[in-house]
């Protein structure tokens, strides 16, 4: 067996560097994953341009991680070598600390974040705690399930625990990596479907997504489009602008909810008069624990909902991480490692027939 493995690691802010790595054993409670492919999401960007405080380098990034267990730690229990699995953006949480005993996972006070705290995807094989482990069903390929680990894991997520109902209206305030998702997941679960985005360019995307409505925030005024449709029950915002987001809670039927799920510099001003008189709420949502993860792909394979991929092989993580961060992926760049590429696996499924409806 190889005794090293091929790796991109950050070296420095904006510093992307390509090494060979000598293999490790995993430690007592992590599994060695040979893996597969590994998605590029706007979040890698934390340790990439070094925005996350305190970040050490070299580090390896990537928090989309498919592969195989080739190794196990001695302690692990539950997880067999050979079988396929994922790994999020959470590393992995404790057990043992009072958000874990009280099944709060995401909240664990212990848990690394997967290529800030400790070395991720952007390589061939990676070290992950077994506690954050996903199970990936055969069904879906690894480039598909890659990006389902983290921009659908936060968009079903919060969809899912989102308090509307079938039927209700359910804004989501952009098409991009995770918007495109988000209206796939609103539609597949029985809401009407309002697509927030800024042109008419993405009008016909938006219902290819299964978006009931298009509101062009360039055109027409965000708030009002949506309380001329009865006014949104939740409104998701997967775009990091805050005076859209703002909007939006503006275009909320009372009791309803915006939550955000994109991460941005700009402040989200809302009026106490718009919270308080009727109840609305604004609120974040951070990704989700390994179990929903493989709800997501259950119910991913279940709906037909599917990431738009581009894959690229590992050395063009370079040229791939510039594409996302200038907007340009349609929608998701996804790393392929060269063993998972010669063996023919990293096609992605063709999508389903697109909605007619
Ligand atoms: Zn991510
Ligand atoms: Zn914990």
């Known amino acids: 067996m190889e005794t090293s493995y ?59 991680v498919v592969g195989r267990i080739d190794a196990l730690g001695s302690s692990v229990r539950g997880w067999a070598v050979g079988q396929r699995v994922g790994v999020g953006f959470l590393g992995g949480s404790c057990g043992y600390c009072e958000f874990c005993r009280g099944g709060d996972l995401v909240s664990c006070r212990n848990q690394d974040y997967t290529g800030i705290q400790h070395d991720g995807g952007y390589a061939e094989v990676m070290l992950a705690k077994a506690s954050g482990l996903v199970s990936i069903p055969e069904g879906a390929s690894s480039v598909d399930a890659a990006p389902l680990l983290c921009a659908g894991l936060t968009t079903f ?69 949506l309380r001329a449709l009865g006014g949104a029950r939740v409104a998701v915002i997967t775009a990091s602008g805050g005076k859209a987001a703002a909007a939006t809670v503006k275009g909320l039927r009372p009791g309803g909810v915006t939550i955000v799920l994109g991460v941005g510099g700009e402040p989200i001003e809302v009026s106490s008069v718009d919270l308080v008189f009727g109840g609305r709420r604004l609120e974040g949502a951070l990704t989700g624990n390994p179990a929903t993860s493989e709800a997501t792909l259950r119910f991913s394979a279940l709906s037909g909902v599917s990431a738009m991929i581009e894959t690229v092989p590992l050395e063009e993580a370079a040229a791939a991480y510039a ?14 490692m060269p063993a998972y590429v010669a063996s023919g696996g990293s096609e992605a499924t063709p999508r389903r027939e697109e909605r007619t409806s």
């Open 323 to 336: 594409k996302m961060m200038e907007g340009k992926a349609r929608f998701r760049m996804v790393l392929t």
């Open 6 to 64: 091929a790796a991109i690691e950050v070296t420095a802010p904006g510093q992307f560097s390509s090494v060979r790595r000598p293999l490790r054993d995993p430690g007592a409670d992590e599994a060695r994953i040979r893996v597969e492919a590994c998605g590029v999401c706007h979040s890698d960007s934390a340790t990439v341009d070094g925005a996350w405080p305190g970040i050490s380098f070299p580090r390896v990034p990537g928090h989309e």
């Open 157 to 225: 997520s919060a969809l899912r625990n989102a308090p509307a109902k079938a039927g209700d209206l359910v804004a989501v305030l952009g098409i991009g990596g995770l918007g495109h998702l988000a209206v796939q997941y609103a539609r597949a679960m029985g809401f009407e479907v309002a697509a927030i985005a800024r042109g008419a360019d993405k009008a016909d995307l938006a219902k290819e997504l299964g978006a009931h409505h298009y509101i062009d925030s360039a055109a027409v005024d965000t708030a009002e489009a």
